[in-house]
C-alpha cells in the first residue's frame, strides 16, 4: 500500500503529527567549519523553541551531512512531541533533475524511515517545498522512505500518514505527481515482494487486469493455449516446466493527440530456479525478483494512464516460472520463436532473453517509435556495475544517450554500455539460428543484448535495460530505498513516456 501525503498551511508549531521532519545543511562557505544552517521549513520551528536550535544539533552532534537523523524532543513548545532533523549537506533548493534534488529525496526518506515504527504513524515535514522541483523531491522521497512490506506479517503495521507543510495552490500539481510516481514504484516494490508462492503468470495478469479495469488501460491476455496456437516458442519454452503456465499480457495507453509511440517489454520471470541447468541454493534466494522488469512496466503504464501525456504506450508483459520439472525444456533443445527464428537452449538459466524475444518480436506489430525493454537480465551486469547502477544498451547511440539523460533526470543511475560486433558470433548454433548463450562468458551482459538485437523489428529505435543488480536490494537500507524490491527504472521508464510526449524522444 502506497503511504498517504496531504498537504497543510497549518503552522509548523500547530501540526498535529507524532514527529516533525526539519532540515539541516552545511554552510558551503565556512569551509568545513562545521557549522549547521537551518534549511527553509525549519525556521518557524527555531522560533518556537526560542532559538538555538542549530546549536543543540550540533552539540548533539549533527553534521549535516546528508541522511544523518538527529533527534529532539520539542517539550510541549510545538504540538508534535518529537523532532527530527535531517542532514541534506550543502543542497539548497532543488533544480529539477539535479543532485541536489537526489539528496533531497534521499533526506526524506531517510527521515521518514527511521522514524517510521508502530508508536511514531503521523510524520509532518516542515521540509524544503517551497517551489515545485523541492515539493516534488520531498513529497516523493517522504512517500519512497514510508514504504512497508507488511503482507506477510502477524504483527505488521501500515505505512505512515505524511504532512508535508506546504502551500498546495503554489506545489500541489508537483505533490500529484510525486505521488503518481511514488504510487508507481510501491506497485513494483509490492509485486517484488510477493513470495512467488503468491505471485506467478496467472495471478500476476489478473493483477494486470485489475490495474487495467480501473484505468484508462486496455488489455489483453495470451494463456498457454493462446501462446501455443501464436507461436510463442520463447515463453511456451521457459514456462513448459512449471505446473503454473505462462502468460503474456498486452496492455494499452492510448491518447487521441498522440503523434507518437512507445513500447515498453520487461522481463516477467515470477521465479528463476534456472530450470535444468539449476541455480545453486544461494543464487535463487532473490530469485522472486525476476519479474521486477514486467513490474516496472505494469506500474508504467499505471503512471502515465493517471499523468496522461500525449503519447500512445503499450506495455508487453511475457509471464513464465522457470522451473526444472519433468516437462522442462532441456539444454540443446531448439525452440522456435514468435516471428520463426529457431533458437538452441544450450543453458537454461539464460531464460529471459527468451521470454523477452518473443515480446520484441511481437511488438513489430504496434509500429513503435521507440522501443525499450527492462530486465534482471544477467549476473554479468552486477559485476560490471554493482549493484546500484543499471547497464544501457540500444542499436542506435542517440537513444541510448537520451535514456541515462532521462534516467538522471528522473533520478537513477544510468550508464551507458557498447554493443561490441565482435562478440555476435559467440551466438552462432551448431544447428540453429541462434544459441541462447555464447561459449566464453566475457561480457555477458554485452552479450545478452546482442541476443535481444536479434529480435528487434526491423527499423526500430530500442534500448535495452539490464537492472539486475538495482531491482532488488539486499543490504542496509539507505535514503529511499529499502531492503527487497526497490522499484528501479520505473521512474525512468515514466520519464521515457513524458519525453516522448514532449517530442524530445
Ligand atoms: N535472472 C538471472 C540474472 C540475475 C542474476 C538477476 C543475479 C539478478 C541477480 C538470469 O536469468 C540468469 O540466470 N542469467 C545467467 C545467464 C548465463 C547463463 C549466460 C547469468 O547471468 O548467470
Ligand atoms: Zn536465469
Ligand atoms: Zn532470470
Same mark, same amino acid.
Given at each position: ?46 522560533? *518556537? ?42 543542497? @539548497? ?69 505524511? @504532512? ?16 503518481? #510516481? ?8 509490492? #509485486? ?93 534466494? @532473490? ?150 548463450? *555464447? ?10 543484448? #546482442? ?40 521512474? @525512468? ?13
Amino acid at each position: 500500500m502506497t503511504a498517504t501525503l496531504r498537504i497543510t498551511n497549518t503552522a509548523a508549531r500547530d501540526v498535529n503529527a507524532d514527529a516533525i521532519v526539519i532540515a539541516v545543511g552545511q554552510d558551503a562557505r565556512d569551509q568545513g567549519a562545521g557549522s549547521l544552517v537551518l534549511a527553509p521549513g525549519a525556521q518557524d520551528i527555531d522560533a *518556537a523553541l526560542g532559538g538555538g536550535l542549530a546549536e543543540t544539533l550540533g552539540a548533539l552532534g549533527a553534521t549535516g551531512k546528508p541522511e544523518e537523523v538527529t533527534r529532539i524532543v520539542s517539550a510541549g513548545k510545538l504540538a508534535a512531541p518529537v523532532i527530527a532533523a535531517v542532514g541534506i549537506g550543502t543542497a @539548497t533548493a532543488a533544480e529539477p533533475g539535479s543532485a541536489d534534488a537526489e539528496i533531497l529525496r534521499r533526506s526524506a526518506g531517510a527521515a521518514v524511515r527511521s522514524l517510521s515504527s508502530p508508536k511514531i504513524r503521523s510524520i509532518a515535514l516542515a521540509l524544503p517545498a517551497d517551489d515545485a522541483a523541492s515539493a516534488e523531491a520531498t513529497a516523493l522521497g517522504a512517500l519512497l522512505g514510508a514504504y512497508y512490506f507488511g503482507r506477510y506479517r502477524s504483527n505488521g503495521h501500515p505505512a505512515a500518514e505524511l @504532512t508535508l507543510l506546504a502551500s498546495a495552490e503554489h506545489v500541489g500539481p508537483a505533490v500529484a505527481k510525486a505521488q503518481v #510516481l511514488a504510487a508507481a514504484v510501491t506497485l513494483v516494490r509490492d #509485486l517484488v515482494n510477493t513470495s512467488p508462492s503468491h505471485l506467478y503468470p496467472e495471478t500476476f495478469a489478473a493483477e494486470a487486469r485489475q490495474i487495467a479495469a480501473s484505468s484508462s488501460i486496455s488489455i489483453e491476455v495470451l494463456d498457454e493455449t493462446a501462446l501455443a496456437a501464436g507461436g510463442y516458442g520463447g515463453i511456451r519454452g521457459v514456462g513448459q516446466g512449471s505446473a503454473h503456465p505462462p502468460r503474456l499480457v498486452r496492455l494499452s495507453y492510448q491518447h487521441p493527440e498522440a503523434s507518437r509511440t512507445v513500447a515498453f517489454v520487461g522481463k516477467g520471470i515470477t521465479f528463476d530456479s534456472g530450470g535444468l541447468s539449476l541455480k545453486p541454493p544461494k543464487a535463487m534466494e @532473490t530469485m522472486k525478483s525476476d519479474m521486477s522488469g514486467a513490474a516496472a512496466v505494469l506500474a508504467t503504464l499505471q503512471a502515465v494512464a493517471a499523468l496522461k501525456p500525449a503519447v500512445n504506450v503499450i506495455g508487453y508483459l511475457p509471464l513464465a516460472e522457470n522451473m526444472p520439472g519433468g516437462a522442462a525444456q532441456r539444454p540443446s533443445d531448439v525452440i522456435t520463436m514468435y516471428g520463426g527464428t529457431t533458437v538452441e537452449v544450450l543453458n537454461t538459466d539464460a531464460e529471459g532473453r527468451l521470454v523477452l524475444a518473443d515480446a520484441l518480436a511481437r511488438s513489430g506489430e504496434d509500429a513503435p517509435d521507440l522501443l525499450v525493454d527492462i530486465a534482471t537480465l544477467t549476473g554479468a551486469q552486477v559485476i560490471a556495475l554493482g549493484n546500484r547502477v543499471s547497464g544501457v544498451m540500444a542499436n542506435d547511440d542517440a537513444i541510448r544517450d537520451a535514456v541515462v539523460d532521462a534516467a538522471t533526470r528522473a533520478g537513477e543511475a544510468m550508464w551507458p554500455m557498447p554493443l561490441p560486433e565482435e562478440l555476435r558470433k559467440g551466438l552462432d548454433s551448431k544447428v540453429a539460428d541462434l544459441a541462447n548463450v *555464447a561459449a566464453e562468458r566475457d561480457g555477458g551482459m554485452l552479450v545478452a543484448a #546482442l541476443f535481444l538485437r536479434e529480435f528487434v523489428p526491423d527499423g526500430v529505435r530500442w534500448a535495452h535495460l539490464d537492472i539486475a543488480g538495482p531491482a532488488f536490494h539486499e543490504g542496509e537500507p539507505y535514503g529511499y530505498t529499502p531492503k527487497g524490491g526497490t522499484g528501479a527504472a520505473v521512474r @525512468t521508464l515514466v520519464q521515457i513516456a513524458l519525453d516522448a510526449a514532449d517530442g524530445r524522444l
